[in-house]
């Protein structure tokens, strides 16, 4: 069973669309991250959902709009997708308790805008 | 200054070598401190994870916390290629804060 899944694997668009990526996690985690790696692989927070409640909010644009219906769901729109949108977007999931914060991420999801 | 930062590298060992991958950060309020392997293509995948001061081992790696120097570092002995990957070291503060990752060569 994957533990941490995303939807779809790749996304290929043009400017000024809205699209969608769906994440699932089965690892009974509570909080749920969406991180974005650039063309020079460096990875970077973009939100985190803590039973269904927004807990981090980095400085994005507000064209991202996360949403997460229940704690194993954390979906993230794009409205008016930009070509410095593309890039690799990671979903990751961790229980908030305890000390070590591990997280597990997905697959990924390579968005390019044409 | 970087808040998490690593030797971009490449750094490039023979087979069966010790590997030596170092990073250091600024916020001395850290609390937990991890270590990732990315293939390219691919997701970072979890390898070590450290909170108290010292060493710990798990197989070929070890990882090093050293807070009063700020300073983390994950040792890979025996070296294969099948390690050749770029490892990201972590920190966690509220949220989890990666380095640029240091791209790691084992050549045969």
């Known amino acids: 069973d994957t533990a941490v899944s995303q939807t779809p694997k790749y996304l290929v668009t043009q400017m000024g669309n809205d699209k969608s990526i769906k994440c699932e996690q089965n690892l009974g985690h509570d909080t749920m991250y969406w991180y974005k790696q650039d063309s020079k692989k460096f990875l970077k927070i973009m939100f985190s959902?803590?039973?269904?409640?927004?807990?981090i909010n980095e400085t994005v644009p507000n064209r991202f709009s996360p949403k997460s219906p229940d704690k194993a769901h954390l979906n993230l729109h794009i409205n008016s997708l930009e070509l410095g949108d593309s890039a690799v977007y990671f979903c990751?999931?961790?229980?908030?308790?305890?000390?070590?914060?591990?997280?597990?991420f997905g697959p990924g999801t390579r968005l390019t805008v044409t | 200054q970087k808040e998490v930062e690593q030797n971009s590298g490449p750094l490039s060992v023979p087979e069966g070598a010790i590997a030596s991958l170092n990073c250091t950060y600024s916020?001395?309020?850290?609390?937990?401190f991890f270590w990732y392997r990315q293939y390219s293509g691919k997701s970072p995948e979890l390898i070590m994870f450290i909170y108290s001061n010292g060493d710990k081992e798990d197989g070929r790696f070890t990882a090093q916390l050293n807070k009063a120097s700020q300073y983390v570092s994950l040792l890979i002995r025996d070296s294969q290629p099948s390690d050749s990957a770029t490892y990201l070291c972590a920190v966690y503060y509220g949220k989890l804060t990666f380095g640029q990752g240091t791209i790691l060569t084992v050549h045969p």
């Open positions: 959902y803590n039973n269904k409640e927004l807990i």
């Open positions: 916020d001395r309020g850290s609390q937990s």
């Open positions: 990751a999931s961790s229980f908030s308790s305890g000390f070590s914060y591990e997280q597990y």
